[in-house]
């Protein structure tokens, strides 16, 4: 699995952190596995283990935002994917009904249209309803670390 995981590493990708809303409160997890599916009508995808927390969430909820970290967003990519920052106050900000991170450098809310399970993941297929996006970079992953574009 190891090697596997590193073969694929070698694939740079930017980091998003996922939030959906669950019984009042909202829930992030940092991911990389997001694509866009379709330009007509507007489709993503997300990609989440079927053991997280987030999966039954949004199994639940029906609806999901994207945020897509920009450069100097590291700390947010660090905290959402299970190393809680002490000095990271989480307040997230509403983007057409759904929350999102503060300063990300590209947003996407969704309603998920579809599932499929596929091995020990699941893909959320999320018509994107709103998005919008700045000029800032974003921030990369690559082979395990954050790099930023020069």
């Not at 106050?89 to 809310?109: I, R, S, T």
Request: glycine letters at 6%.
């Amino acid at each position: 699995m190891r090697a596997f995981r590193n073969a694929c590493g070698k694939f740079a990708t930017g980091i998003v952190v996922i939030t959906t809303e669950h019984e009042g409160k909202v829930h992030g997890m940092t991911a990389n596995g997001f694509m866009s599916v379709s330009l007509d009508p507007n489709l993503v995808l997300i990609s989440i283990d079927n053991s997280k927390r987030m999966h039954q969430f949004l199994h639940e909820s029906k609806k999901y935002a994207i945020s897509v970290l920009a450069h100097h967003q590291e700390k947010w990519s660090r905290h959402f994917a299970g190393s809680p920052q002490d000095d990271l106050l989480v307040e997230f900000v509403d983007f057409h009904g759904a929350k999102v991170v503060p300063e990300a450098c590209a947003y996407f809310e969704t309603s998920v249209v579809s599932t499929h399970i596929e091995g020990d993941h699941t893909l959320f297929v999320g018509q994107v309803n709103n998005f919008a996006c700045t000029e800032d970079d974003p921030i990369l992953y690559f082979k395990g670390s954050y790099m930023k574009l020069v």
